[in-house]
């Protein structure tokens, strides 16, 4: 079964940074899209920011100018670079993938707790 494995997450104080990476089980997947997702206590989750095979970026405005996503395509990775971090970036983060085939992947989810 092909998985999505998270790391980085924690906690951090306002103004600082954190990395996150999801890998995928098997680099042999087709994935259109790789992105991350994130779910704050009592709201809905939202994208964070979401890239493409070929490269294109989405960024919640929330996000713009301090978190950047890449990814790599031969290994089937994505990392989020979360910079200036506030507490209300404070939420569960889970990496997510959308295969060509039409299949849609979640990670376990991380933590990422940013205090005041």
């Known amino acids: 079964q092909v998985q999505l494995v998270e790391s980085g997450g924690g906690l951090v104080q306002a103004g600082g940074s954190l990395r996150l990476s999801c890998a995928a089980s098997r680099t042999t997947l087709s994935i259109f899209t790789m992105g991350w997702y994130r779910q704050a206590p009592g709201k809905q989750r939202e994208l964070v920011a979401a890239?493409?095979?070929?490269?294109?970026?989405n960024y919640a405005d929330s996000v713009k100018g301090r978190f950047i996503i890449s990814r790599d395509n031969d290994q089937n990775t994505v990392n989020l670079q979360m910079n200036s971090l506030e507490p209300e970036d404070t939420a569960v983060y889970y990496c997510?993938?959308?295969?060509?085939?039409?299949?849609?992947?979640w990670g376990q989810g991380t933590q990422v707790t940013v205090s005041s």
């Open positions: 997510n993938a959308r295969l060509y085939i039409g299949s849609t992947l």
């Open positions: 890239i493409s095979s070929g490269g294109s970026t």
